[in-house]
């Protein structure tokens, strides 16, 4: 993840540095429970170049309730709540960000 651009991008959007903060640790925790149960680390940049995120987002489909998420259990993100859906627009403002400036 382009952590210093993607934070400065926010940061000319006006974005508060604390919703820049959560954006960003959230990316991390992505980043970090995904590689976890895949068993080899996975960055957001070469999900987007592979597919487009697409992968990622297919995990979020009905609020982490598919078989693609099912594969990954056991897997340390709130399935089914509020905060799983934060996490997935975090994504989505990275993959704007990649998209305005890459």
């Given at each position: ?6 934070r400065n991008?926010?940061?000319k959007?006006n974005c508060?540095?604390k919703?820049?903060?959560?954006h960003?640790?959230r990316?991390h925790?992505?980043e ?10 996975i960055d957001?940049?070469?999900?987007y170049?592979k597919d487009r ?6 995990i979020?489909?009905?609020s ?5 998420a099912?594969q990954?259990?056991p897997?340390n ?8 859906n934060?996490i ?7 993959i704007?960000?990649?998209?305005h400036?890459?």
């Amino acid at each position: 993840m382009k952590e210093i651009e993607f934070r400065n991008w926010l940061q000319k959007t006006n974005c508060k540095t604390k919703v820049i903060s959560d954006h960003i640790s959230r990316l991390h925790r992505l980043e970090r429970e995904i590689g976890y149960s895949l068993n080899h680390p996975i960055d957001i940049d070469t999900e987007y170049e592979k597919d487009r995120c697409s992968y990622l987002f297919s995990i979020f489909y009905n609020s982490g309730r598919n078989p693609i998420a099912d594969q990954l259990k056991p897997i340390n993100l709130p399935l089914g709540s509020y905060s799983f859906n934060t996490i997935r627009y975090s994504l989505r403002k990275y993959i704007e960000f990649i998209e305005h400036n890459y």
